[in-house]
């Protein structure tokens, strides 16, 4: 699913056995509370993903955010509102973990994801700045 | 330092004593290994501050990313270049723990910040979403 993604297609390696660097990562995130990946399933099928951070800040009075990050629809399964279902849990799960905010960032070459997103309610009043290191 | 600022003043409760709620988030981040909250001094003084979390993902081959967030110089030490000491102190840390990327999200209503931002190296190629949940 990160592999069959426009901007993912350039970045991932969709291998088998699957580099090694996934499974750590997997291990890291499922260890870390503060840490979560949430899928979508149909049936056995794994059709959606999404990862979710929580994190508390000294800002908005000691406020704690979740960052939502890698949001993946199967390409055979989507228009059917998966991400939506998503995004829409994962405000949820904010809520019940008290968060103040929910926050993500969109790469601005994907426009369809910022009007997807606005639609849900989030505000585009932030640039995202991000620099690569490697 | 939160609340001397066009933007936290309106949202920080700069007290004594200081509301609980900073102290326990205070305590939330110091007890994670994965978020730090730097500040830079001068001789006892605390003249700066910015919070660091380093984030496992799957996307990008498993790859980690530093988050660079609540970043704040006390006013009496602005233009001196205490922001871009901490900002190339955050860089070099996130290298120095393996990360891949460092992000962050600046307000649109910032526009010193952003200009600050991208003379430092970053680039806004993302559009920064937010959602207020309280």
């Known amino acids: 699913m990160l592999a069959d993604d426009a901007l993912g297609s350039k970045r991932e390696r969709y291998e088998q056995p699957l580099p090694e ?10 260890a870390d ?3 979560e990946l949430i899928v ?3 049936g056995n099928d794994i059709i959606g993903v999404q990862q979710i951070t929580y994190t508390p800040y000294i800002t908005y ?3 704690w955010r979740a960052t939502i990050e890698g949001v993946r629809t199967i390409s055979s399964e ?17 809520k019940d973990r008290g968060c103040h905010l ?3 960032t969109t790469d601005k070459k994907r426009e369809d994801a910022l009007r997807f997103y606005e639609r ?6 932030h640039e995202g700045l ?4 490697y």
Chains 1, 2 share one sequence.
């Open 130 to 133: 991000k620099m690569k290191l």
């Open 120 to 125: 849900l309610g989030f505000k585009a009043t």
């Open 40 to 42: 979508a399933c149909n």
């Open 21 to 30: 660097s996934y499974i750590k990562a997997f291990q890291a995130i499922t």
């Open 33 to 35: 509370p503060n840490n």
């Open 102 to 104: 929910v926050q993500l």
């Open 78 to 94: 989507r228009g059917k509102g998966i991400g939506t279902d998503l995004i829409q849990w994962g405000i949820q799960r904010a």
């Open 61 to 63: 009075q000691g406020g």
